[in-house]
């Protein structure tokens, strides 16, 4: 084990939390650090160990994960990471945020000599808890190919996207993609209601028929719009991510004006 490099990893919620437990059981030193100590309690009974802030951390490990939720939260951790990093570390970024941000924080790491790499995963706690999450990569070839034996501890399917950025672009689409689906999905039973459907048999008929999704599946598991309130802002901020990079473009005007009814409901505008 004392060759195997030493990871740092920074955001303990639904998702990261799993992907954390995965790196400790595939036999890597693990250190984190939180902003609430107490949730760090069963990760270091499992082998982890605690850095008493992110400074420490980042002084100490050669590849350091990132898992919060958004652009600000990235920044003020990697702000802290930069001046505690040494050259030949890599800073990996799981978070869903502007492409164009990433692209801005790779150049300030690789004026410093840290390696950059953006890999948001897709698929959940679930998935992170069984391996088997999604990741998609934005960096070099050489910055990926040192990350992917960490990646693998919690991943099934591992893609290099394109040069640093490109793995965000790819998971802004994918779930603005998502969010749309489940727009089409509400849509669909409302004008089945409005034929006097039934929404129990016509759930079941979609999800059987050429008209089934993923989207459409998560949404007939909901009794209301409203049961989605867990992940209705996050893919409403992921829509928006994309209407960013994209404010003119047709193809994103139309996913977001898909998923806006369906994520306005589920957020209880």
Same mark, same amino acid.
């Given at each position: 084990m004392?060759?195997? @490099?030493?990871?740092?990893f920074i955001g303990l919620g639904s998702q990261g939390g799993p992907m954390a437990e995965r790196i400790t059981a595939a036999g890597y030193p693990l250190k984190l650090w939180a902003r609430r100590p107490d949730a760090l309690a069963p990760f270091l009974a499992n082998g982890a160990t605690a850095a008493p802030d992110i400074a420490a951390l980042g002084?100490?490990?050669?590849?350091?994960g990132i898992c919060v939720?958004?652009?600000? /939260?990235?920044?003020?951790?990697?702000? #802290?990471?930069?001046?505690?990093?040494?050259p030949g570390s890599r800073i990996v970024i799981h978070s869903t945020i502007l492409p164009d941000h990433c692209v801005a924080l790779a150049e300030r790491c690789a004026a410093r000599g840290i390696a950059f790499l953006d890999a948001p995963v897709s698929g959940g706690?679930?998935?992170?808890?069984?391996?088997?999450?999604?990741?998609?990569c934005g960096g070099t070839t050489k910055t990926y190919e040192a990350a992917r034996p960490v990646l693998e501890s919690?991943?099934?399917?591992?893609?290099?996207?394109?040069?640093?950025?490109?793995? #965000?672009?790819?998971?802004i689409v994918n779930n603005a993609l998502m969010a749309a689906n489940m727009g089409l999905a509400h849509a669909a039973m409302e004008a089945g209601r409005a034929l006097d459907l039934?929404?129990?048999?016509?759930?079941?008929?979609?999800?059987?028929?050429?008209?089934?999704?993923? /989207?459409? @599946?998560?949404?007939a598991r909901l009794p209301t719009p409203g049961a989605?309130?867990?992940?209705?802002?996050?893919?409403?901020?992921?829509?928006?991510l994309l209407m960013t990079s994209l404010p003119d473009h047709a193809g994103a005007e139309s996913l977001s004006q898909a998923a806006t009814p369906f994520l306005a409901a589920a957020c209880g505008d």
């Open positions: 004392s060759g195997m @490099e030493r990871i740092g002084s100490t490990c050669d590849h350091v939720v958004d652009d600000a /939260g990235v920044a003020a951790i990697v702000e #802290q990471l930069l001046p505690a990093m040494r706690g679930p998935a992170a808890a069984a391996g088997s999450l999604t990741v998609m919690f991943a099934g399917l591992i893609v290099r996207m394109g040069d640093v950025g490109a793995g #965000q672009r790819a998971k039934d929404d129990a048999p016509l759930r079941d008929l979609i999800k059987a028929s050429s008209g089934r999704s993923f /989207g459409f @599946e998560v949404y989605f309130a867990h992940g209705a802002p996050l893919l409403r901020k992921d829509v928006g």
